[in-house]
């Protein structure tokens, strides 16, 4: 079931809400392989009723599956956003829909979540790559524009010889 709030509830007071949000219901497709969200998203959220809106606090957590950059070890990533904030308008052009009674927040959550991701997940800061691994490193040269013949390419150009 998504995260939902009835704005009925808020009228007396604030709501205290406390669950999982499952994969599925996350619904983030990162299309990538280096990032992977498998388990549910946890939360511990305020949502009080403002004038115009919303305001919403509280915690987020999720464990990520990630491949680390440098040497494809996988390992697990913990999101932990322990002091996430957001206003949701009810009113006005950025207003969020309102059904039943009731407003929907997993997307302003997925949103949040997305934004957290590591941008070059490592298993480690000091990972060090591949082990043995010459993968971007260039190879030393003893002549630069040297041909396998051992003369450079304009020795080449100057033997020949243009007839006008």
């Known amino acids: 079931m998504p995260l939902t709030v009835n ?11 406390k669950g999982e949000l499952s994969v599925e219901e996350l619904d983030i497709d990162t299309r990538d392989e280096i990032i992977q969200v498998n388990r549910p998203l946890s939360y511990e959220i ?3 009723k403002m004038e115009d809106g919303l305001l919403v606090q ?9 491949e680390c950059v440098r040497c494809l070890k ?3 990533f913990d999101l932990n956003i322990n002091e996430w904030a957001a ?13 039943n009674d009731c407003v929907d927040l997993t997307p302003l959550v997925r949103e949040d979540i997305l934004l957290e991701f590591p941008q070059h997940p490592l298993c480690d800061p ?16 003893s002549g630069a524009g040297k041909t396998e ?3 450079s390419a304009w020795a080449e150009l100057n033997k020949l010889k243009f007839n006008n």
């Open 7 to 17: 704005l009925r509830h808020l009228e007396a007071h604030e709501l205290s809400l």
């Open 74 to 76: 996988s390992f697990r």
């Open 58 to 66: 509280g915690q987020l957590r999720l464990t990520l599956d990630c």
């Open 46 to 48: 305020q949502v009080q």
């Open 149 to 151: 013949a051992g003369s």
């Open 87 to 99: 206003h949701v308008p009810l009113q006005g052009d950025d207003a969020v829909k309102v059904i």
């Open 126 to 141: 000091d990972c060090r790559g591949l082990p043995n691994s010459s993968v971007g490193k260039a190879k030393k040269n």
